[in-house]
């Protein structure tokens, strides 16, 4: 079993998305004693404060895998120079009810790609603003806002030498801040 299990949260909902792509290559260069479980948020109902006392089966699961993980990766796209929002959908529902947020003091990285030159730098922006209300300790440097490039990924999904290095260079930082940080 695995020391140290990881919740991998991705901000869209496309099945071709570069940021399911991103998540999928980024998890490969984890150490062996990091796992990865991929929790999906599409299906999740729209946020309403009346149903925090008997939440939907979607819901359970969002907050049952985040609190069985030890760390987070928000994996996100930039929507109108924000998070997108299915991904603060995810975020509010398994802060509450309020009180009983199964988001507090599990270490996060955030990372995203986009097509833009400036990749997704707002929304990580404003994502780690969230984190920090939620009480997350939030990886800070390297920062890795990537602009997706022709030939970045191959038709297996695999990534560029460049950018194999750049990940794993965050990846390598990410690991050493859940191995301080892990509850």
Known sequence: MSSYPIAVIVGSLREASLNRRLASAL????????SFLRVEIGDLP???QDDDADPAEPVKRLKA?????RGLIFVTPEYNRSMPGVLKNAIDHASRPYGKSAWTGKPAGVIGMSIGAPGTAMAQQHLRNVLAYLDMPTLGQPE???QAKEGMFDSHGEVDEPTAKLLQSWMDRYVNFVEQNAP
Request: no cysteine; charged share 5%; glycine share 10%.
């Open 27 to 34: 998890v490969k260069l984890g150490p062996a004693n990091f």
């Open 46 to 48: 729209l946020y309403n």
């Open 65 to 69: 895998a985040v609190a069985g993980a």
């Open 144 to 146: 890795a806002f990537l």
